[in-house]
């Protein structure tokens, strides 16, 4: 089976009262987009639109072929290693890792290693993962 052609990976904290700085002050990194609840932000589009909670994400560069273990590891080290301080997060915000795999044949697959998911389950990530066949993968480069 081949490889998986494309993935991305983006690490989402989001809750009502979240505030990206304190997010950042806990996790000692820097998102790549954030937002407050109530932020006007603009859309692709050019609309406004009005934030309906606060988030905090950080994205890893795009891999392909695909490697969530790279980006994984590309989003983790940047922030804290601290345990205690990720499940005060947990406690308090959603947490997960957003993952997009693009498809550009029938048969494509990917593995995660026992360390990628250790990392992700000690500190409460949820893993999401969005698969786009061939057809919609084209569609979405």
């Not at 997010?23 to 603009?42: A, C, K």
């Not at 290693?81 to 795999?101: H, R, V």
């Amino acid at each position: 089976m081949a490889l998986i052609s494309r993935t991305k990976a983006t690490l989402r904290i989001s809750g009502d009262d979240l505030l990206p700085e304190d997010i950042t002050n806990s996790l000692g990194g820097f998102p790549t987009h954030e937002q407050t609840r109530g932020e006007e932000l603009e859309t692709s589009s050019g609309s406004i639109r009005v934030a309906k909670f606060g988030m905090w994400c950080l994205c890893a560069t795009e891999q392909e072929p695909g490697d969530l273990d790279c980006q994984i590891s590309e989003i983790l080290e940047q922030l804290t290693s601290n345990l205690n301080a990720w499940q005060e997060l947990a406690d308090n915000y959603k947490i997960d890792l957003f993952c997009g795999l693009f498809m550009e044949d029938e048969m494509e697959g990917i593995s995660l290693s026992p360390e990628s998911l250790q990392k992700l389950g000690e500190r409460n990530i949820l893993l999401d993962l969005d698969i786009y066949g061939p057809d919609e993968a084209e569609e979405n480069l």
